[in-house]
């Protein structure tokens, strides 16, 4: 009996050996997959040498046959007496437009979609959530610019040549009317925006966004 009950041990503790290896084995081979997909991801997600947001230019900007100017000449042609106040590039990048805001004196906003590729525009709509305030102070930051979109983007490029994507007025921190200019270089996709006093065109600020 005490011969048998040592074979049992013997063959329990064998078990437990077992699978004490079963379980470093699985573990080994759960830990293998997940190395080895974030290694395959690595490179894939590199392999181009762009940002999410580099690539997102890149593939939209060359769609846009039509510039930011003639596009936001034409939203001012849809609204009768307006002034433009806005225009950024937007996708999706197989139909490409260019969305405008523009404002009459009294700063009524109405935005208006211009196709980039055929130059087209959309009905101009009137903006819905505008409030008298909102209207006044749009008024108001329109009376004191005295620097049209163009001549800002102008000084924008001067700086860094490249492609405008976006024009919108808004006002600096004392509360005078400055335009700001997206500028993307098309030899990395990166995008600089400057800050131009709507008064003098005297640059306030400069960033570039390598992400």
Not at 95 to 123: I, L, Q, S, Y
Not at 136 to 158: C, N
């Amino acid at each position: 009996m005490r011969g048998i009950g040592l074979a049992c041990a013997v063959v329990v503790a064998g078990a437990l050996m077992t699978g004490c290896g079963n379980d470093d084995s699985s573990a080994a081979s759960t830990g293998a997959p997940t190395g080895h997909a974030h290694a395959s991801g690595t490179p894939s997600a590199s392999a181009s040498g762009l940002t999410e947001d580099q690539a997102e230019r890149k593939a939209l900007i060359p769609k846009a046959k039509v510039s930011y100017d003639k596009a936001l000449e034409t939203a001012v042609k849809a609204v009768d007496g307006s002034k433009p106040v806005s225009i950024e590039l937007k996708g999706p990048a197989d139909k490409p437009g260019w969305d405008a805001k523009v404002a009459m004196d009294d700063g009524t906003e109405h935005t208006v979609r211009v196709d980039a590729v055929t130059g087209k525009a959309d009905k101009a709509q009137p903006e819905s959530d505008q409030d008298g305030d909102d209207k006044q102070e749009l008024a108001g930051r329109l009376g004191k610019a005295k620097v049209t979109p163009q001549q800002a983007a102008q000084t924008a490029t001067d700086k860094t040549k490249g492609t405008v994507t976006s024009v919108e007025l808004d006002d600096t921190d004392q509360g005078g009317p400055m335009w700001s200019v997206d500028v993307v270089t098309t030899k990395d996709w990166n995008k600089t925006t400057y800050d131009i006093d709507a008064t003098d065109r005297k640059v306030l600020r400069e960033h570039t966004d390598r992400d």
